[in-house]
């Protein structure tokens, strides 16, 4: 995996860049293309939202869950080191509707949190192979 090659649909996705960013501090060069990588990391899914998770009498909405999954595979050359995998954390919080813009700079926190344990768990994984 000294010489990888990321395939994705979306370069500008966070859990792209902050993936990239621990595959470099470990040591692993990230190549442009596959013909120049020994290992192709595949990401065939990366999506993050919210859904509202309870609502008040009134019907507005007291709680929310942000949610990122991503589903990827690791192959090295010819060979399927690491299957495609799915993999989805959650968050939740509490909303108020006084407090906008707290709130969504708390939902802003808990994705980028999200995206720094999916990178965790995927690097680990990794790292076992």
Known sequence: MERTYIATGDRHSP???EFE??????????????SEATATFTISFDETAQRVLS???????????????IVYSLDVGS???????????TRDYTYDSTLVLGKA???????????KDLVRIVMKQISTL
Do not use: C, H, K
Request: aromatic share 8%; hydrophobic share 45%; net charge negative.
């Open 105 to 115: 700079r708390e939902e802003e926190l808990l994705r980028e949190a999200i995206v």
């Open 15 to 17: 859990f792209l860049r």
């Open 79 to 89: 060979a399927s080191i690491l299957p495609q995998q799915t993999l989805t954390l």
């Open 55 to 69: 609502v008040s009498a009134r019907n507005v909405p007291t709680e929310y869950e942000v949610y990122y999954t």
């Open 21 to 34: 960013s621990q595959l470099r501090a470990a040591g692993i060069d990230l190549m442009e293309s596959a």
